[in-house]
Structures are given as structure tokens and as C-alpha cells.
């Protein structure tokens, strides 16, 4: 099963809303991603989490806050939102069994997050 | 720098016939290399991928890809393709910076149109 778990499907709101995205997968994975993509555009990189330790931050705005309370389990918390940040968001995850790993990273499905 | 090319924005085809949608890369050292497919309002789902060894792999639904490393080419392949194929395919390289990762460079994607 290489399954990826994204919730809510779509997400609608306002500038001033506070929102999260929840991500989960039951694979065992180590590590675990969010992902923003814009129609037609490869995914760009927000964060990484490695054994719930955040490892990679690609210098995203503060109004996205990432939190992994367990292995499981991927939030990305959504404050102050600007109309500019509409877009797919992605989750994935990975084994992650050292630091050269060749495992692939699965997908989840998206969540479609439109700022009004 | 590390990085991925795919030279077409788009490639038509026509049902039954071959298809290749072409990646180049630039890594130094050995490139662990990826292909996933798009659908419209969907997450990416992994066709395959060269780590080592043979240089055809082969992955999910009838797909396979070439290694090339002379040309540093890694291009996906079909021998008859279905109007079902019709999606956006994104190569990717596995960034093997020490700070990176689990971080993967993404070529521009391929639009690739079936017609019956």
C-alpha cells in the first residue's frame, strides 16, 4: 500500500482565516513533504521532515507554519493568507533510510486551496 | 548546480503509436533519476525510476525509460500509447547536496496529448 492521505479535498478562504491541511500516511515512512504547485508547474518545494524533525525549510513566508506530531501524521497551518498563495498543495513521504536514500516519495492527492 | 530538462512543453501522439517524452540531467556523480504522472487535479504518481545497474527500466502501466549516461539522457517510453496516457509527466533527479535531503529538482513537465 503505498497510500497518501490528504485532507480537506479543496479549501476556500479568507485573508484573515487561520485553516490547516492534514496529511497521513500509514506506510512507515520517515520522512515527509509539502509540496506547493501552480497549474501546469512542477511541485516547489516548503518542507521537509525528517523523523519529525523539520530538516528542510525552502525559505517559505511565516503564514505557513508545518507541524509533524507524530510519524503518521503532517500538518500545514494556514494564517494570513494572501490571494497569491492559491494553489495545489501536496504532501508526500518517504523511507528515508539514510541520508543518500534512493526511495521514491509518494503523493497524496492534493489539497486545492483557493484565498479569497 | 543540479538540474532537469524536458525540452517539449508538449508532445501529441497518436493512439497505438510509440511515444517518448524526453529528460535531460545534469548531476555530478552518479543521478538517481524519476518519472511521475500527472492527471488533471491529482497528486503525482511514480512511474519509475534508475538508481543503478540496467540501464531500461521498466514501471507501471507499460512505461519504461532509458538511461543514457553519454547523452545524460533518461527518456520515457511507450510502445503503443492510449488515450488514457494523456497527462503532465515531470522527470525528476534526486538533489545529493548533503543539506538536501529527500529533495527532488523537477524538470518543467510534459504535456502529453493521445489522440484516438
Known amino acids: 500500500d503505498t497510500e497518501v492521505t490528504q485532507t480537506p479535498k479543496h479549501l476556500v478562504m479568507g485573508m484573515t482565516n487561520k485553516k490547516s491541511l492534514k496529511c497521513e500516511q500509514h506506510m512507515g515512512h520517515r520522512a515527509m513533504y509539502w509540496y506547493k504547485q501552480k497549474a501546469k508547474k512542477p511541485p516547489e518545494l516548503m518542507f521537509v521532515?525528517?523523523?519529525?524533525?523539520?530538516?528542510i525549510n525552502e525559505s517559505v513566508p511565516s503564514r505557513f507554519s508545518p507541524e509533524c506530531p507524530n510519524s503518521s501524521l503532517l500538518n500545514l497551518h494556514l494564517h494570513a493568507l494572501q490571494p497569491e498563495d492559491s494553489a495545489l498543495y501536496l504532501c508526500?513521504?518517504?523511507?528515508?533510510?539514510?541520508?543518500?536514500?534512493?526511495?521514491?516519495?509518494?503523493f497524496g492527492p492534493g489539497t486545492r486551496l483557493t484565498v479569497l | 548546480a543540479q538540474s532537469v530538462a524536458q525540452p517539449e512543453d508538449q508532445v501529441n501522439v497518436a493512439e497505438g503509436n510509440p511515444l517518448t517524452v524526453k529528460c535531460t540531467y545534469s548531476v555530478s556523480g552518479n543521478p538517481y533519476l524519476f518519472w511521475y504522472v500527472q492527471y488533471p487535479n491529482r497528486g503525482l504518481q511514480f512511474l519509475l525510476k534508475y538508481i543503478t545497474g540496467d540501464n531500461l527500466v521498466k514501471g507501471s502501466y507499460g512505461f519504461e525509460a532509458e538511461f543514457n549516461k553519454s547523452q545524460t539522457s533518461f527518456h520515457l517510453k511507450k510502445p503503443s500509447a492510449l488515450v488514457s496516457d494523456s497527462a503532465l509527466y515531470f522527470c525528476?533527479?534526486?538533489?545529493?547536496?548533503?543539506?538536501?535531503?529527500?529533495?527532488?529538482?523537477f524538470g518543467q513537465g510534459t504535456t502529453l496529448q493521445v489522440k484516438p
Open positions: 508526500a513521504s518517504s523511507q528515508e533510510r539514510s541520508g543518500y536514500s534512493t526511495d521514491t516519495q509518494y
Open positions: 521532515y525528517s523523523y519529525e524533525k523539520l530538516s
Open positions: 525528476a533527479v534526486r538533489d545529493k547536496g548533503s543539506s538536501n535531503t529527500g529533495k527532488l529538482i
